[in-house]
């Protein structure tokens, strides 16, 4: 069974079904309960409940409440106070108690510490107020810091020291207790019954049960999630208390103490545990999504139906009420087919606050996706990548809410760190012992919308690559080896060491002079222009090799960096998050995807490996390699029958789209020409010029838009002259015939590669006898004639004097209107006037 079989058995045709059902009216729970168990749906809810995280307004809100808070019940407020008592004689023994307890424990004493700030001193002390504990805890949540703060303040020694210290004397006598020396030998004795006491729980047997899974004497058999959470927190424990069981030597421990690196093991093995808990988390989070995902979308159905027939007139009510200065609502955009929300269509869209990116969703999948494309290098090369190049769009970057540039952290060793608002405000280096590999250069080349979206996120990268090549935990550092290979680079080509060095750690360039685009697909499409790719290549070069990074450096251009940086440049990488468009349909892909490769090639010599990074599928994003993306494209599209026929009923517009589908297949054949091979122009060519799926092809394009199928016949035939479809010489022959054929029924279209292009023509007459060699020069002589110009200016200007004496007209006539009505109104203020006067 093929995997196009498979889907349409197990999904298409269940989903079909689904549907069906519901326009049918049934009833929308008895289908969900088709699909889902009543249980299972119970558990996803009861999992999104208990993982719904605060937002920001959540926090800010609980800032502002504890805030805003009087003196809490059950808080002594003595500070200030003439007429408050003094420390009892048994506060004072129970203090000197407290102090000497917390004393073995340098996280508690921190936490004392910290208090001598009053701000600080009155936001712990609100812990001792139920109500204001709560309202701490809720926060705590978003914020790692605030919720281990408050795990060492609800510690009973902490909790009571807290408690005696509102009384502000015996709070400053805390803070000289805490540092007077004349304890130090009770705090001795207190240590050594707090080391005793640990020593005596990590001697238990079901902590020791724990440390036989280092020593691989037992294994679990299907553990729960609490029993490995209950293992890994026993295991932490012995680990922080690792030096003290080596001091102590407890019997009871010695066949582990006394095994060489056994500490090792003990990280390993916790390490593993870890890993099975998260593995299952993600598991129980991604069913769960995928249930509630089922239930939003059986529920969606109608609604989805009812908004998508009501766009249309949506779009032009929303124009409308714009015109007026109206309210348009919000909404998401992009692909409804990833995201039903964007229907009904016409309403405002909204974009992603660019400093949370990458969001820890957005994270996770980098991640995935920096580990697949670097398994499928090593598959086919036996190494790793030295450097990575990617594509930033502003399309993908707002719906995966930031993965790229997730990807391209973790490609260079880096995490993003966030403050409690959830935005990433820097980077810090992963330890090279957790990343597993050498750090990985990359290089990237933004479009203008994501420039000005996500300026912020463009400045992190330029700084992870300044961390990453400052790393000093490997001698194999690629990152490093980039910024000396860009940095020898340019001083090679003539610049100072000063300029060399500063320019060498820049990795990510945009459009010179704020450019949107490439500006090379005019050039690319007008084959005469250009007789060497290194042409084009230049052009791309220059037009791309603008630095964006902070201050002066923002849109800086400096000729040699762009190609510095290229060097060692192995990968190339483009996003695709849409349905609506593939590397085939939309020419900004080969633009940029391909400009890139073609740089890549024309610096270093070789041809990257490039690939998608496929985000449709939201839950199951996938490295996909460009030469099968252009082969699943064509055969599901452009070489597809049910396709073909379907996309004919949209006439000469859908016509057009076929010719621009082949102008982007020639562009890919330039610009990357070992993934466009002769089998795809040979099965283009079966199909529309010999109409081999018999869909008569041919006589739809005639009907509809001549000049389309014109082009497409002209953009095969350059391709030949170019050289990068070996054709036989029965396909050169049948399309030189086919478009001077139509040429000469229909005119010359006279798109760029019809009329535009003399060496194609010189190239098509190679073919034809004088006769129609003739025929086909007059033809496109004729389309531009001078008298066919004169005559076009003529008629131009009658119809502008038309049209200029037809709008003095109208305007005499509006004029006389205006001043008709000015008259009536006057002389109705003057009645109004008038009888006012009379009352």
């Known amino acids: 069974m093929t995997i196009s079989c498979f889907f349409d058995q197990n999904y298409r045709k269940r989903a079909k079904a689904v549907i069906a059902k519901l326009s049918e009216n049934h009833e929308v729970d008895k289908v969900l309960a088709s699909l889902v168990k009543p249980s299972d749906l119970a558990l996803a809810k009861a999992w999104k409940k208990g993982n719904q995280g605060m937002s920001d307004a959540d926090i800010v809100k609980g800032f502002i409440s504890m805030g805003d808070e009087k003196t809490s019940k059950g808080i002594p407020d003595n500070k200030g106070k003439s007429g408050a008592k003094g420390p009892t004689e048994k506060e004072l023994k129970e203090l000197q108690r407290l102090v000497i307890a917390i004393s073995p424990h340098p996280e508690r004493v921190n936490f004392i510490m910290n208090l001598t700030s009053d701000k600080q001193f009155k936001q712990s002390s609100s812990i001792l107020d139920p109500q204001s504990l709560e309202k701490a805890k809720t926060i705590a949540k978003a914020i790692p810091a605030m919720a281990k703060a408050l795990e060492i303040g609800q510690q009973k020694d902490v909790y009571a020291l807290l408690k005696l210290m509102q009384k502000e004397a015996l709070r400053q006598l805390t803070f000289e207790l805490l540092q007077d020396d004349g304890l130090a030998e009770q705090v001795a004795i207190e240590k050594e019954r707090a080391d005793n006491m640990r020593i005596a729980q990590l001697t238990k047997k079901d902590y020791i049960n724990s440390l036989e899974l280092v020593s691989q004497t037992k294994e679990l058999k299907n553990p729960t999630r609490t029993e490995l959470q209950t293992h890994l927190v026993q295991l932490k424990t012995y680990l922080e208390n690792w030096q003290l069981i080596k001091e102590k030597q407890p019997e009871a421990l010695t066949a582990y103490w006394s095994q060489t690196g056994f500490a090792g093991n003990l990280k390993g093995t916790m390490d593993k545990l870890e890993l099975e808990i998260l593995a299952r988390d993600r598991h129980e989070e991604e069913y769960a999504r995928a249930v509630l995902n089922i239930e939003q979308a059986v529920r969606s159905v109608g609604n989805y139906h009812k908004e998508l027939t009501e766009s249309t007139s949506a779009e032009l009510q929303a124009i409308l009420t714009g015109l007026k200065g109206g309210y348009i609502a919000p909404s998401p955009g992009g692909d409804p087919i990833t995201n ?39 598959e086919k090369h036996g190494k790793f990548p030295q450097k990575v190049s990617f594509t930033l769009w502003s399309g993908d970057f707002i ?13 260079l060793g880096v995490e993003p760190v966030r403050d409690p608002f959830k935005r990433v405000v820097d980077i810090r280096l992963i330890p090279l012992e957790e990343l597993g590999r050498p750090r990985i250069d990359i290089i990237v080349q933004t479009s203008g919308q994501f420039r000005d979206l996500a300026a912020s996120r463009m400045f992190l990268i330029n700084k992870a690559v300044k961390m990453a090549a400052g790393a000093e935990d490997s001698e194999q550092n690629y990152v490093k080896a980039g910024v000396l290979a860009a940095e020898q680079v340019m001083k090679e080509k003539g610049m100072s060491p000063k300029q060399a060095r500063e320019w060498s750690t820049q990795r990510v360039f945009g459009g010179v002079n704020g450019n949107y685009g490439t500006n090379i697909m005019g050039m690319v499409e007008q084959g005469n222009g250009w007789d060497d790719e290194q042409q084009v290549a230049d052009t791309y070069i220059n037009n791309m090799g603008a630095i964006y990074d902070e201050g002066e450096n923002w ?3 400096q000729k040699g960096v762009f190609e510095a940086a290229l060097q060692n440049t192995e990968v190339v990488v483009q996003p695709r998050e849409s349905n609506t468009w593939g590397g085939l349909s939309l020419d900004h892909v080969y633009e940029f995807m391909g400009g890139l490769s073609m740089a890549v090639r024309s610096v270093t010599g070789n041809d990257p490996d490039a690939y998608f990074n496929d985000f449709r599928n939201p839950s199951k994003a996938k490295v996909q390699g460009l030469k099968e993306a252009i082969w699943v494209e064509a055969r599901s599209t452009l070489l597809n029958p049910k396709y073909i026929s379907e996309y004919m009923k949209g006439g000469a517009s859908s016509a057009e789209t076929f010719a621009e589908t082949f102008r982007n297949t020639y562009g890919w054949n330039v610009m990357k020409p070992a993934d466009v091979d002769d089998a795809l122009w040979n099965n283009l ?21 001549p000049y389309a199928l014109q082009e497409m016949t002209a953009v095969m035939l350059e391709t030949i002259r170019k050289g990068y479809w070996n054709a036989s010489e029965e396909q050169l022959e049948s399309l030189t015939s086919l478009h001077t054929e139509l040429i000469s029924e229909y005119k010359a279209g006279c798109s760029g590669f019809v009329c535009n292009n003399e060496a194609l023509q010189a190239f098509i007459t190679e073919s034809l006898s004088e006769e129609a060699t003739a025929e086909y020069e007059a033809a496109l002589k004729s389309v531009k004639t001078p008298q066919d110009i004169e005559e076009g200016m003529v008629m131009k200007k009658e119809t502008i004097a038309e049209r200029v004496e037809e709008e003095s007209l109208d305007e005499d006539r509006s004029l006389i209107v205006y001043g008709l009505i000015g008259l009536i109104f006057l002389v109705f203020v003057a009645l109004i006037i008038k009888r006012r006067k009379q009352d």
Request: net charge negative; proline share 5%; no cysteine.
């Open 555 to 557: 849109g800086a251009f």
């Open 685 to 705: 060519h079966d199909v529309y010029i010999k109409d081999k799926l018999e869909l008569n092809v041919q006589d739809f394009f005639e009907r509809e838009n």
């Open 340 to 378: 039903p929300s964007t229907v009904p269509t016409g309403r405002n869209l909204f974009s992603i606050d660019a400093e949370k990116t990458p969001s820890p969703e957005a994270w996770n999948l980098g991640v995935g996706l920096a580990k697949t494309l670097l398994e499928a290098h090593q």
């Open 399 to 411: 719906d995966t809410e930031g993965a790229m540039v997730a990807q391209i952290f973790y490609l």
